[in-house]
């Protein structure tokens, strides 16, 4: 099993700056390669306090010269919004700074307000994600890119410098549809997922994509990222209060940002499953939403976490996972407990788990 830290770069603090709470998540990242996770990884998000990191790859050409071991990787470059040949070109540059620790994630993205922002039109998404993901990861193997399609028009240039490697073998695809989860499995993607109810009601799209994978490449498919909003704490009273304030938050943070109290994604081709999201959380109300996504999270004492993890190895068998344990405005000192019990108490037993999982397959 690997093990990933998420910075979603939230600020949600009442009483910190940008300035600050950049330095306190990127405290955490270097931490948490110090504690021995596998990888590090952060969103790509614009425009507003929901996530402040506009430019992932860059964030991590910074973690680069200050982390030693985890790998490195975007989570997720969002193609729609971005120019392939830029995120080739700065791929291949980061590998410079960390050889040999680097991955790709991709995604297609889901805010109507930051499509806006960058005036390009949802309908597009799936196209440009598609067309986006070809032209980057065959610039990455050839090292060139070019291209003469409706939605993209390159002359043949170079990559300088020139790229170390492709990431066929070290690809991650964002997926919450059964859209997304297809288009990760005829990538040959590794399907990266954020838990948002019942672990049951994920299994269908989990199981989707390896069926998918196994039909387009011939093989198993390794296994899918499961990241949750986690607050681990002693007491368990205690983990149930800062689950509830901060995991919360969090949930209106992406009921605000993603518009899910609206009808606009039935409209929009290629996110009509969404819709169904959306009126389901209008039918239960936002109270009753907010606990369901908050009790889907991982939250609690070490032993109630390894207990949470270890029911999902029952449903789905080996998996990766991936914390968030920043987010909701949760202050940095309650996060950076979180990450510290996490390591000593959990993480070693989760191995184990994944190890015996294995065998036992």
């Known amino acids: 099993m690997e093990i990933g830290h998420l910075n979603v770069m939230q600020n949600w603090h009442k009483d910190l700056s940008d300035q600050q709470m950049f330095e306190g998540e990127i405290d955490l990242a270097i931490a948490a390669d110090r504690l021995g996770f596998d990888s590090l990884w952060c969103v790509e998000h614009h425009f507003e306090d929901y996530g402040l990191c506009p430019d992932n790859i860059q964030y991590l050409s910074y973690l680069a010269t200050r982390t030693r071991n985890a790998k490195l990787v975007p989570g997720a470059v969002i193609l729609p919004w971005n120019d392939p040949l830029r995120v080739a070109e700065k791929m291949a540059v980061l590998e410079y700074f960390a050889p040999g620790r680097v991955a790709l994630g991709i995604g297609r993205g889901l805010a109507r307000r930051e499509y806006r922002g960058f005036r390009v039109p ?11 993901a070809r032209l980057v990861l065959d610039a990455l193997d050839k090292g060139y890119m070019e291209s003469d399609t ?20 070290a690809l991650y695809c964002v997926a919450m549809s059964n859209d997304s989860a297809e288009a990760a499995a005829e990538l040959g993607g590794s399907m990266m997922t954020f838990i948002q109810f019942a672990f049951e009601r994920h299994m269908p799209m989990i199981e989707l994509y390896r069926e998918r994978f196994r039909k387009v490449h011939g093989r198993e498919a390794p296994p899918p990222v499961l990241t949750d909003v986690t607050v681990i704490h002693e007491d368990e009273e205690e983990a149930r209060r800062l689950a509830y304030e ?24 290629g996110y009509e499953s969404y819709q169904a999201g959306a009126d389901l959380i209008k039918s239960a109300g936002l109270e009753e939403s907010q606990k369901t996504y908050i009790e889907a999270q991982n939250y609690g004492t070490p032993k109630q976490v390894i207990e949470k993890y270890r029911e999902r190895m029952e ?6 996972a991936m914390l968030i ?18 390591a000593e108490q959990v993480m070693p037993e989760l191995r184990r788990m ?7 397959a």
């Open 246 to 269: 901060h995991i919360g938050n969090h949930f209106i943070a992406v009921t605000d940002h993603y518009e899910f109290a609206g009808d606009h994604f039935k409209n929009i081709r």
């Open 150 to 169: 409706e939605l993209f028009q390159q002359p043949r240039v170079d990559i300088r410098p020139r790229p170390l490697r492709g990431y066929r073998d």
């Open 325 to 342: 344990v920043s987010s909701g405005g949760i202050p940095f000192p309650v996060a950076q407990n979180s990450l510290k019990l996490f």
């Open 354 to 360: 994944s190890a015996r999982s294995r065998v036992a």
């Open 122 to 132: 949802m309908e597009e998404a799936r196209g440009r994600f598609e067309e986006g």
């Open 315 to 320: 449903l789905v068998g080996d998996f990766n």
